[in-house]
């Protein structure tokens, strides 16, 4: 507690008993880099004051000086393995999260990105008395996205907070190339909107945000479209074309949690069974070298996306809605505005660009004709199962 009554001396001129009426001496939260602690303003607010270590900032040089030896270490041990984009994205990301302005523009600028999401809630930023090491917002209270009995006793149905984070993401990726790149569950909550009632993500922890180029964004647009359809010439195509070569059929699997076997019948035709599941895991050890290469070789831009793909399916297992042929529909329906957009923007003629929109329409109306049979199909099997119980089951005891 005496670190954070320094940090926040020096960097605001003032002590805490002047800037708060209380403040919570036990942190809401604590990592490697920051402490936050619940307090209230003078004028009433209750805010979430993110503190940032203090020697933190000379630390990180060192960490990374003593990560690259290592990684230089085991290159010289194990020539196949190949981990020198390790250091490289610390050099490149550990200064952009150690600067909290920097995470206040980007809370600031995903919630203006998103603004038409109603279920999403980012916490407001107070700037008047944030600085590079210490961050004032809005506190937000809910319970962590992977916690299944906060949500039954506060009636939130799971399926709609998972459907609600596929959509954030797709948003964020496919249409805006701006991506929240650490969902990890202390930094999404859920609650019931106070005003609304209604199921609500809270987004925290903006300092580690992806950047997509248009050319990375439009490909991984098309990639995820023939994964999504099942074209697989198209598959191997956009895989290449992402730095995938020859290890495509790895990088499609890596992509989409898949075995091989399933990414070729199609990702949406069946759900991930416990043999599917241990064949990936399996296997993602005995092709460690072969990842080690892709990884090396992917666009730096990849990287973080890995690393986004994999919490948020984590959250997807703590919730038990891995992803559904609806899941990917979404996803789809973002592919397509979004390659239409580039489309339209680049088109100077504006029969052109009625031709596009024309034809981005019947795109999107094929995919909701298609998840329309989806529901019927389903309907019908779930009447087909009641009736089948309904005459196995005894009429009487």
Not at 363 to 381: A, D, P, S, T, Y
Request: aromatic share 8%; with cysteine; hydrophobic share 45%.
């Amino acid at each position: 507690m005496h670190e954070v009554r320094q940090v926040i001396r020096e960097d605001l001129g003032k002590e805490i008993h002047d800037l708060f009426v209380s403040f919570d001496d036990t942190p809401l939260g604590a990592a490697s880099l920051a402490q936050v602690h619940k307090a209230v303003l003078r004028d009433g607010r209750t805010v979430a004051v993110k503190v940032q270590h203090p020697k933190v900032q000379s630390q990180s040089s060192k960490d990374i000086l003593l990560m690259e030896v290592l990684v230089l270490a085991v290159k010289q041990l194990f020539p196949e393995f190949e981990f020198m984009w390790l250091v490289d994205e610390a050099k490149k990301n550990l200064p952009l999260e150690l600067d909290f302005l920097n995470e206040g523009r980007n809370a600031e600028k995903v919630a203006q990105m998103l603004k038409d999401f109603d279920f999403l809630k980012v916490p407001r930023i107070y700037w008047e008395l944030s600085t590079k090491r210490v961050l004032l917002m809005e506190f937000v209270d809910g319970g962590q996205v992977n916690d299944r009995d906060y949500m039954e006793r506060n009636k939130i149905d799971v399926n709609e907070i998972s459907r609600h984070l596929g959509k954030m993401y797709s948003e964020m990726i496919f249409v805006n190339g701006f991506v929240h790149c650490d969902p990890h569950p202390g930094n999404v909550l859920v609650r019931k909107c106070p005003g609304t009632g209604k199921a609500e993500v809270v987004l925290l922890d903006h300092g580690l945000y992806q950047v997509l180029t248009d050319e990375f964004r439009l490909d991984y647009c098309r990639l995820w479209q023939s994964l999504i359809w099942t074209d697989m010439e198209k598959v191997k195509k956009y895989s290449q074309r992402l730095g995938a070569g020859g290890l495509y059929p790895l990088f499609a699997c890596m992509l989409t949690a898949r075995s091989w076997d399933s990414v070729n019948r199609g990702i949406g035709q069946a759900p991930v069974t416990a043999t599917e599941d241990a064949e990936i895991r399996n296997n993602a050890a005995n092709y460690l070298p072969q990842i080690s290469q892709l990884l090396n070789h992917v666009p730096r831009q990849m990287l973080l996306l890995f690393k986004t793909n994999d919490l948020l399916r984590g959250i997807e297992a703590a919730l038990g809605t891995r992803a559904s042929a609806s899941s990917f529909l979404n996803m789809s329906r973002c592919c397509v505005r979004a390659l239409a957009a580039h489309k339209k923007k680049n088109s100077r003629s504006l029969f052109r660009r009625t031709q596009i929109s024309f034809r981005e329409a019947f795109n999107l109306w094929q995919i909701n004709l298609h998840e329309l049979i989806l529901r019927v199909k389903g309907l019908r099997l779930a009447s087909w199962v009641l009736a089948l119980l309904c005459r196995l089951l005894p009429t009487s005891y």
